[in-house]
C-alpha cells in the first residue's frame, strides 16, 4: 500500500497535458480544476449554446465587441459563479483573439496586487504596465517624452528610492546600455508592484499621487493606446482576471462605478462578482459597461427535471480528459446531477474519489461509493456555515425558482457568494445548490417529525 501511494504521488506531479488519462492513477494529471490555457486547451468542450438562453452566447458577445470595439462597448464586466468555466472561456477568447493578430494582455489581479485591499488607482497602475508589456511584444516605440513624463510622474523620494534611481538612472544611459526605454520602465514598475501588492505604506504614497494627477495618468495611458494602435492597427485588448475574487464582493460596485474604467478608449474586460448583480446598488454600473453573464450549466430544468443535454455535456468534459472505462457510468452522472453545473466541483469529487478508489480500495475504477464519499465532504462544505434560519429561505428559493423578499437581499447576496444558491441562464432563475437542499431537506423533515 506505502508503495502504491507513492506511484500515485509519482504520477500527479508528472506533466499534466496528456492525450487522455487510460488508468486511474493518471486522473489527477488531466483532471484539475484550473482553467485551461495554452496546451490543456486540448481538453476544451465548447458549453456555449447549453449554458445560454439565446442562440448567441455571451462570450461570442463579448468576443464581437472586442474586435469591433467603439466608445460605447470598450469596457466590460463578465459575471458568473466561481468554478463555472470563466477563465477558461476567457484564455480561449484570448487565444482567439491571438490568432487574429489583436494586441492582447490576461492581467492575473491576484498574482500581480493585493486583491483584498483593492483600489481604483491600483487598476489604472496595472493598465499602464499591461499596455507597455503590449507595446513591448509588437515592438512599439516608445518616445523619449512619454517615457520621461511617466518617470517624473512617480519622481518622488517617497516612491523612487535612490537604490531605484540608480538601477534606472537617466532614459538615454538605457538606449546606451542596449536596453531600451520601454524595458527601463517596465523595471520600474515591477519594483512598484511589489510594493503596491505588499508595501503597505509605500502603496498608499503610489495611489495618492495617481489620485492627485489622475488627468495626466490619463493621457498617458491614451498615448500609450495610440501608440500601439498606430504600430498594429488594432486597439489594444486588456483582460482583468480575479476582481469577481475580491473578499467584499461591494466594494467592487465602489470601485467601478465612475467614468474612467467605462469610459476608456480601447476594450478592457474585467470579471465580476456575480452576487452583486442582483443588488439594487449594481443598476449604475449596467448603464456604464456591457455586462455579460456566464450562466452555470444547467444540469435540471426548473420543474427539477433531468436536463440531458447539460448533463451529457458535462460527460463530454470528464471524457475529453479521461477514458470512459475510467468510472461506472452510474458514479458520473450522480456526481453531475449533484453539483449542479459547477465543473469546478466536478473536478474536485473526481480528485477525491479517484485517490480513494486507487488507494483506499486498491481499484482502477471510480465507483458510485467513492462519489458519494467525495459528495458528502463537499456538502459538508457548503452547509458548515447554515444556521436554521437558512432552512425555510433556501426551501423557498427551491420552490420557486426566485429571488427571495428585499428585506433579506443582503442574504441573498451572501447566498450567491457562497454558492449555496446558483444562477442559470443569465438572470433567468436561481436554484439551491443540490447538495445543499439534500441537507435542507433532511433539516426541514428532521425538525418537522420532532
Keep these: 500500500m506505502y508503495k502504491k501511494k507513492n506511484i500515485f504521488a509519482v504520477e500527479i506531479h508528472k506533466n499534466r497535458i496528456m492525450e487522455k488519462a487510460t488508468q486511474i492513477k493518471e486522473l489527477l494529471n488531466v483532471v484539475f480544476s484550473e482553467a485551461l490555457e495554452d496546451e490543456s486547451l486540448i481538453y476544451y468542450i465548447d458549453t456555449l449554446k447549453i449554458r445560454s438562453s439565446d442562440v448567441v452566447s455571451q462570450i461570442e458577445k463579448l468576443k464581437d465587441d472586442c474586435r469591433f470595439s467603439n466608445n460605447s462597448t470598450n469596457s466590460h464586466l463578465l459575471l458568473g459563479h466561481r468554478g463555472c468555466g470563466k477563465s477558461t472561456e476567457l484564455n480561449k477568447l484570448i487565444k482567439e483573439l491571438e490568432e487574429e493578430n489583436y494586441p492582447v494582455h490576461k492581467i492575473n489581479c491576484i498574482e500581480e496586487i493585493d486583491i483584498h485591499n483593492i483600489d481604483k488607482n491600483d487598476i489604472l497602475f496595472l493598465i499602464s504596465d499591461s499596455l507597455m508589456k503590449i507595446a513591448k511584444k509588437v515592438n512599439a516605440k516608445i518616445p523619449d517624452s512619454l517615457s520621461k513624463r511617466i518617470y517624473d510622474f512617480l519622481d518622488t523620494k517617497e516612491i523612487i528610492t535612490e537604490k531605484i534611481k540608480e538601477k534606472e538612472a537617466g532614459v538615454s544611459a538605457g538606449i546606451e546600455a542596449n536596453t531600451g526605454i520601454l524595458q527601463n520602465l517596465l523595471n520600474l514598475y515591477i519594483s512598484l508592484k511589489g510594493d503596491i501588492k505588499y508595501g503597505t505604506s509605500k502603496r498608499e504614497i503610489i495611489r495618492k499621487e495617481i489620485q492627485n494627477g489622475i488627468s495626466d495618468w490619463l493621457v498617458n495611458i491614451k498615448e500609450l493606446k495610440d501608440i500601439i494602435y498606430n504600430k498594429e492597427q488594432k486597439l489594444p485588448i486588456l483582460i482583468f482576471e480575479d476582481i469577481d475574487k475580491i473578499s467584499k464582493p461591494t466594494e467592487a460596485i465602489t470601485i467601478f462605478n465612475n467614468s474612467i474604467f467605462a469610459n476608456l478608449q480601447f476594450p478592457v474586460v474585467f470579471t465580476f462578482p456575480i452576487s452583486v448583480a442582483f443588488s439594487s446598488e449594481f443598476m449604475p454600473l449596467k448603464n456604464q459597461y456591457t455586462v455579460h453573464f456566464l450562466p452555470m450549466i444547467k444540469t435540471h430544468t426548473k420543474n427539477n427535471q ?39 466541483d466536478v473536478f474536485e469529487c473526481i480528485n477525491k474519489a479517484a485517490f480513494r478508489a486507487y488507494i483506499g480500495r486498491n481499484s482502477n475504477i471510480v465507483e458510485k461509493e467513492d462519489i458519494e464519499r467525495a459528495l458528502l465532504e463537499l456538502k459538508s462544505d457548503y452547509t458548515r456555515m447554515l444556521v436554521v434560519d437558512d432552512y425555510k429561505k433556501l426551501h423557498e428559493i427551491y420552490q420557486t425558482k426566485r429571488d427571495i423578499e428585499d428585506k433579506d437581499t443582503c442574504k441573498m447576496l451572501d447566498y450567491l457568494k457562497s454558492q449555496v444558491v446558483l444562477e442559470y441562464n443569465g438572470e433567468g432563475w436561481f436554484d439551491v445548490h443540490p447538495l445543499v437542499y439534500d441537507f435542507v431537506d433532511e433539516r426541514l423533515k428532521a425538525r418537522s417529525n420532532g
Excluded: H, P, Q, S
Design 306 to 344: 433531468d436536463f440531458a443535454d447539460g448533463i451529457n455535456i458535462i460527460k463530454d468534459i470528464i471524457y475529453a480528459r479521461a477514458e470512459k472505462n475510467i468510472f461506472e457510468d452510474e458514479a458520473i452522472t450522480l456526481l453531475i446531477t449533484k453539483t449542479g453545473g459547477c465543473l469546478r
